[in-house]
């Protein structure tokens, strides 16, 4: 079953957040409960676990959106995309200082919403496969793999095996195949080495679905994967051999 992302609203205009929730429904993507103030969104981050969160710089309370961004940084690790009608000179200057991945002003289009939210899961996609996603409790065990029109997240357990083809690599699971444009060594790059390991420079398996391992091959959920000499003793290694 595909796995949404989960988009946390924080907006303190009643219709505009309700326009913004029915457009997310359209859109594919799942909706946290909506937040207008920062206690509120904090609340929301830390029980509902958003992937994403969309922040209006102007909130109910004594702190704005801008502070709730700092926050983010610094204790969540999410990305987030900035709502605003206000785009002054000395407010850029104060969101560009908390690095939002992606900013949008009021009003907007349902597609302006859509390419901002995939740019930014795409974008932040990146700089955690660089950061080897080091210290976010809340995406270091899943990815965001494009599938048609948006991204979706994807459970790291549930790749199986990853094989190259071309200039695109395919993605196995239990249940499916997802076909990503992208070259082997750079998606193998944001993979945690400890649970997935090249049998061949054309494979990439998950060590926690092995049944078993051959000369030539290893079984993954009942598939022969190719594994080649360079591998073999790599591949040993991994495992208490008696």
């Known amino acids: 079953?595909?796995?949404?992302?989960?988009?946390?609203?924080?907006?303190?205009?009643?219709?505009?957040?309700?326009?913004?929730?029915?457009?997310?429904?359209?859109?594919?993507y799942e909706t946290c409960k909506t937040a207008s103030s920062y206690e509120q969104a904090i609340q929301m981050i830390e029980n509902e676990l958003p992937d994403i969160v969309l922040i209006d710089i102007y909130l109910d309370g004594s702190k704005d959106g801008i502070e709730l961004a700092e926050k983010i940084n610094r204790d969540y690790k999410i990305p987030f995309i900035f709502l605003t009608a206000d785009s002054q000179k000395d407010t850029l200057q104060r969101a560009k200082?908390?690095?939002?991945?992606?900013?949008?002003?009021?009003?907007?289009?349902?597609?302006?919403?859509?390419?901002a939210i995939e740019i930014c899961i795409n974008n932040y996609s990146k700089k955690q496969s660089v950061e080897s996603k080091v210290g976010n409790p809340l995406l270091q065990d899943v990815i965001f793999v494009k599938d048609g029109n948006y991204f979706n997240k994807l459970k790291i357990n549930d790749i199986y095996h990853i094989e190259s083809d071309h200039v695109y690599i395919n993605i196995y699971t239990a249940t499916k195949k997802m076909t990503v444009r992208n070259s082997l060594n750079n998606f193998y790059e944001g993979l945690d080495k400890s649970i997935f390991f090249r049998t061949h420079r054309s494979y990439v398996v998950n060590v926690n679905h092995i049944d078993s391992i051959s000369f030539d091959h290893v079984t993954v959920n009942g598939v022969n994967v190719p594994s080649s000499r360079k591998y073999h003793n790599d591949i040993l290694l991994k495992f208490h051999v008696v």
Do not use: W
């Open 1 to 28: 079953m595909k796995s949404k992302i989960k988009i946390g609203v924080v907006e303190d205009e009643q219709l505009t957040s309700e326009m913004i929730e029915n457009t997310l429904t359209r859109l594919g």
């Open 97 to 115: 200082s908390v690095s939002p991945p992606a900013y949008l002003v009021k009003p907007f289009s349902h597609n302006e919403l859509y390419c």
